[in-house]
């Protein structure tokens, strides 16, 4: 459904131009129809759920309608079977080495430069050899196991890591390798949780920090760290334009939501046919002037939602029939542009 959903949504500003529909109307009355979908799928997972419990022992009900949805390709669903899988097992790897975190996003070949990625779909991992064809680590989904120790596959490993986990990682092993990448994290920017490594980390850390005060001493530089250093600066200036793009959303949706208040007021306040009209009408003009000024058109009927409460599915309606009408006058679709 989801899937389903986000093709549904990018082909919304197509529906809206073959129609003659304002973009901000055919996104709200998408908004209705994906929530009732929603709600609709969820009340079958109810029952589904339901009638597995009426034939499985009850430590059983769960992990088998998990294996249900996953069947169906849902990959939340696969996450949540590695997540069990991983717990099962958890006690027994912990002197694997390896890499650990929560999974934010589903399992996938990731590109590493110099690296060649296997997938097996059937056990649901990911085995990545290098160019000389050795296996050099093993992606698991919640976690990455070690196979080559080298400087090179544990730098790949803790940057895939980092991708994965959002930068944070677990160590496990033997004490060695633990240190060893530990160091190698912090050199790398990446947060070790392990309480028994956090002396190590801030050795690591206060050895960087006197390698800075230090700029008369000469010392070479890892392709690791300058790696590290323009990863961060990369990020800085994502975080910077993505902060200006969202101020931007924000002060165009604030000019006009009031006038989508009033609407709304209004129509919720109307007593006849022809005051909810031109409420209707109001309303989809501010949609239209939030639209025009790059605002968050989601976000305004978000609000609408929020504001109508149960009213909204009715007003909705009212506002379905209202642009249909406006077609019809314009002559349909390309009429009038």
């Known amino acids: ?126 085995l990545y050899r290098g160019a000389d064809g050795r296996e050099k680590f093993t992606d698991t989904g919640p976690r990455i196991v070690m196979h080559d120790k080298s400087d090179e596959s544990l730098e790949a490993a803790l940057r895939m890591a980092a991708q994965k986990f959002g930068s944070k ?19 790398l920017g990446i947060e070790v949780v392990d309480a028994d490594l956090q002396h190590v980390v801030a050795n690591e850390r206060a050895r960087m920090q006197q390698a800075r005060k230090s700029p008369f001493v000469m010392r070479p530089v890892s392709q690791a760290e300058l790696d590290a250093a323009a990863q961060e600066r990369a990020l800085r200036v994502a975080e910077i334009i993505a902060q200006a793009k969202a101020e931007q959303e924000k002060a165009a949706v604030q000019l006009a939501i009031p006038e989508v208040d009033a609407a709304l007021q209004t129509w919720q306040r109307a007593t006849t046919p022809q005051v909810r009209q031109r409420a209707v009408a109001q309303w989809m003009q501010g949609m239209e002037r939030i639209e025009r000024q790059g605002g968050d058109v989601a976000a305004a009927n978000a609000h609408s939602r929020k504001v109508l409460g149960g009213a909204y599915t009715g007003f909705m309606r009212e506002v379905e029939t209202a642009a249909r009408q406006r077609q019809r006058g314009r002559g349909g679709p390309g009429i009038g542009n």
């Open 169 to 187: 990682v677990d160590i496990t092993g033997n004490a060695e390798f633990r240190e060893r990448a530990a160091r190698q994290a912090v050199r």
């Open 1 to 126: 459904l989801a899937s389903m959903l986000r093709q549904e949504r990018k082909a919304l500003p197509e529906q809206a131009r073959q129609t003659g529909q304002p973009l901000a109307v055919v996104q709200s009355l998408w908004a209705l129809k994906a929530a009732q979908e929603r709600e609709a799928l969820q009340k079958r997972q109810a029952a589904e759920r339901k009638a597995l419990s009426a034939r499985l022992p009850r430590q059983e009900v769960w992990r088998k309608w998990l294996e249900q949805q996953a069947e169906r390709g849902d990959e939340a669903a696969l996450a949540a079977l590695r997540g069990i899988r991983y717990r099962e097992q958890r006690n027994k790897n912990k002197a694997v080495d390896g890499i650990e975190g929560e999974e934010l996003d589903p399992l996938r070949k990731l590109t590493l430069a110099g690296l060649e990625a296997q997938v097996d779909a059937k056990r649901q991992l990911v």
